[in-house]
């Protein structure tokens, strides 16, 4: 089976697990939009990615733009955010709110944690990020603006277990390590 990674992030998060994740799996990775019309035509599966912004999915435009050719695909989706993993409903609203019912169906979703370096944001991110706080406070949805790296290799593994348990891909000798090595 061939497969292919797409994602959308801004500053490195998202894109830092779908490197790792192609490394791992041996899988072409583009960023959404810039993807190979061929390798994506042609892939049995697709692992998609992207962060959160206000409650938003960075890959929404673009999944709602090809919903068509990913119907015939197996799905797989990490969400990359500042939630933090136990609060799994905040974590499913974010999908309910903006993965398509007929992608939804037919994808598996992976929750990874993200990183926010505060100085490095654009000067309208971090308005919105203020802002989003300041109204998240008031619905009882914190919403961190203090930084925080939690963005490691190890946080892939079961997403990169169902990829080779389903889709048939073998564990090459080394593989095992890949995930040791990414994360130095
Ligand atoms: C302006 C802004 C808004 C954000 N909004 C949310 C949010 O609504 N929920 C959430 O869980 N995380 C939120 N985050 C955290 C990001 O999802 C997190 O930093 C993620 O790692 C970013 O990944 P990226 O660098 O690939 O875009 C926000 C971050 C910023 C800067």
């Not at 733009?65 to 993993?85: E, W």
């Not at 993965?99 to 598996?108: G, T, Y």
């Not at 944690?113 to 971090?126: N, Y």
């Amino acid at each position: 089976m061939k497969g292919i990674i797409i994602y959308k992030g801004k500053y490195g998060a998202t894109l830092q697990y779908a490197d790792w994740l192609a490394d791992a799996l041996a899988l072409p990775v583009f960023p959404a939009g810039d993807e190979r019309p061929s390798a994506f035509a042609l892939a049995d599966y697709v692992i998609m990615g992207s962060s959160v912004y206000i409650g938003k999915l960075q890959l929404r435009e673009w999944m709602l733009n090809n919903q068509a050719l990913l119907l015939d695909k197996r799905l797989f989706f990490f969400l990359v955010s500042g939630t933090p993993l136990n609060e799994q409903a905040r974590l499913e609203q974010f999908i309910g709110k903006n993965v398509p019912l007929l992608i939804r169906q037919r994808c598996s979703f992976y929750f990874l944690p993200g990183r926010l370096v505060f100085k490095k944001l654009s000067w309208t991110d971090r308005l919105l990020l203020r802002m989003g706080a300041w109204l998240g406070k008031k619905k009882g949805e914190a919403i961190v603006i203090t930084d925080y790296d939690e963005v490691k290799a190890e946080h892939l593994q079961s997403l990169i277990n169902a990829v080779r348990s389903e889709c048939g891909i073998p564990v090459r000798t080394g593989d095992k390590d890949l995930l040791k090595q990414s994360a130095k």
